[in-house]
């Protein structure tokens, strides 16, 4: 059975920073692809980053571009979000998920593309 469980969550004021991590079991996880999304209250759910199996490739939404890293470490089996100079706007329930297709080519970064999901952390960025 495939789990993921994230951590790292928590209240931070504009301009700080937070690292995410999502403990993942039940697959080798050094074969799938892994992505984080974010979902604010009353809106849809929406991608954030995602990186590629082999760790070479990291895909990010434009407005994280340049503040947030995506990270994975096989050893522990975790995939890693760094979040800096977080913004109001950044706040949401954060969720990562992992892709089903093994050593895949590309990075996805659609929802529908993920068949696990974590329970998710909440972020909470004040101004």
């Known amino acids: 059975q495939v789990q993921l469980v994230e951590s790292g969550g928590g209240l931070v004021q504009a301009g700080g920073s937070l690292r995410l991590s999502c403990a993942a079991s039940?697959?080798?996880?050094?074969?799938?692809?892994m992505g984080w999304f974010r979902q604010a209250p009353g809106k849809e759910r929406e991608f954030v980053a995602a990186i590629r199996w082999s760790g070479d490739r990291a895909v990010y939404a434009d407005s994280v571009e340049g503040r947030f890293t995506i990270s994975r470490d096989s050893a522990e089996n975790t995939v890693y979000l760094q979040m800096n100079s977080l913004k109001p706007e950044d706040t949401g329930v954060y969720y990562c998920?992992?892709?089903?297709?093994?050593?895949?080519?590309?990075?996805?970064?659609?929802?529908?593309?993920?068949?696990?999901w974590g329970q998710g952390t909440q972020v909470t960025v004040s101004s």
């Open positions: 039940g697959r080798i996880f050094s074969c799938y692809a």
């Open positions: 998920a992992q892709d089903p297709r093994g050593l895949g080519a590309g990075v996805p970064v659609s929802p529908p593309e993920y068949d696990v």
